[in-house]
């Protein structure tokens, strides 16, 4: 807990100085800190589900956007770019190993690249990312081939699938 409790810090500072100014997703329809803590929820549970640590998942949900949020970029370099602050600030806390940085480092670089298949960590985040994206926000964004994949897989942890009504 003490983890998770080192990372909702550094994320709310972070989120605290944008939601002061007003800041939002640029289309004007959901705040960060709603998004970024639903993503770590699903991440975490799908994790879970998955077999994986769900304490990472969650820390992972948590700073996925991390890039994107202190340096107001959309474009898919805010993974990289939070990918490499989380990795010295999870270094310089003693509270994550090397492998657990390299976990986060690898998922948080690539969840903007939906369409590539990574390790199960970078996976769960980026079916958690696009499912709270679409479940919350109705953001169904540009038609990805994998999305529908991505969707499906997520509800599967849960047990659940997309029912279509039939004509």
């Known amino acids: ?9 550094l994320i709310n500072k972070n989120l605290m100085l944008i939601n002061e100014t007003g ?46 949020i202190v340096n107001d970029d959309y474009s898919e370099a805010h993974g990289i770019t939070g990918a490499l602050m989380v990795q010295k600030v999870l270094a310089d806390s003693g509270l994550f190993d090397e492998s657990e940085i ?11 690249k939906k369409n590539e298949e990574n390790g199960p960590y970078e996976e769960v985040l980026k079916d958690a990312d696009l499912f709270e994206r679409i479940f919350f926000m109705a953001d169904y964004g540009q038609e990805e081939i994998n999305k529908k994949t991505r969707v499906n897989r997520i509800l599967g942890d849960f047990g659940l699938k997309i029912q279509r009504d039939e004509d």
């Open 102 to 112: 390299g976990i986060i480092y690898a998922s948080l670089s690539k969840h903007s």
């Open 23 to 68: 800041y939002v997703f640029d289309d004007g329809g959901f705040d960060d800190m709603l998004h970024s803590y639903g993503v770590a929820y699903f991440t975490a549970a799908s994790a879970f589900k998955r077999g994986l640590d769900p304490e990472i998942g969650y820390i992972i949900g948590l700073l996925h956007d991390l890039g994107r």
């Open 1 to 9: 807990m003490e983890r998770i409790k080192y990372i909702m810090e």
